[in-house]
């Protein structure tokens, strides 16, 4: 968090609200972002750094939104956040499971929409990848035994397919190739850092920065929580 100084004072007087909302200011900062964050400048919501934790300022929308604008490059990821990538090994069980129970008992404070979500993402990454290859091993499969020219009755369909799955079973185990690698990785370091989890990230930058505003963010906003949802 950051070594800044916050004097509701000045953000009060900024807003041209009266001193006595100064208690609920400091009681309640994330709720008072909520309401203002598009009213104040970057210098003075900085300074809300000090009083709240990437964590806890994910529940705004607008910040949120600012997060999902920003871009990594592979090169750039890997090298500040080196203990994420699995190139060269997989996440045990163990500790995705530790991830996954500290998600859903700590994260957000009982936020359950994206306790519910985050949980996925850290505890269940090595399930979504297999089964991602089991469909894609099963739609080539089908294309491959699939003939435009001959015509087969439903009881030879039955045992065509039959001997299709006997003979190309899917391969769950089928090693990623380099370029599924990074997607998914740096799949996993944006949604860390969207949920405020990413380690050593410079969230003011993007947090306090009005340039990343999209114009249709709530639109975005949903389609993203929307699409993790639908794996619930």
Do not use: C
């Not at 964590?55 to 490059?73: C, D």
């Not at 089991?134 to 089908?142: E, G, I, K, S």
């Amino acid at each position: 968090m950051a070594s800044v100084n916050f004097n509701p004072a000045h953000i009060l007087s900024y807003l041209e609200l009266p001193l006595d909302n100064a208690p609920a200011l400091q009681a309640n900062p994330v709720q008072f972002l909520r309401e203002h964050i598009k009213s104040l400048p970057p210098q003075l919501l900085v300074k809300f750094s000090a009083v709240t934790t990437p964590k806890q300022r994910t529940v705004i929308p607008t910040i949120r939104n600012r997060r999902l604008q920003h871009q990594f490059t592979f090169q750039s990821a890997r090298s500040e956040y080196p203990a994420l990538w699995e190139g060269r090994g997989r996440m045990g069980l163990t500790e995705g499971e530790e991830e996954k129970e500290w998600a859903q008992t700590g994260f957000l404070e009982g936020s359950s929409k994206h306790v519910g979500n985050l949980g996925k993402l850290l505890g269940e990454y090595e399930e979504e990848r297999k089964a991602e290859h089991a469909r894609v091993a099963r739609r080539q499969a089908a294309d491959d035994a699939f003939v435009p020219e001959e015509e087969e009755d439903d009881d030879d369909d039955d045992d065509s397919e039959t001997d299709m799955n006997v003979a190309n079973p899917a391969n769950d185990d089928a090693p990623e190739t380099e370029e599924e690698q990074r997607a998914r990785f740096l799949q996993k370091v944006k949604e860390l850092f969207i949920y405020g989890m990413l380690q050593d990230a410079d969230y003011d930058a993007v947090d306090w920065n009005d340039e990343l505003d999209a114009e249709d963010d709530q639109e975005e906003q949903d389609r993203w929580f929307d699409d993790e949802s639908e794996g619930e």
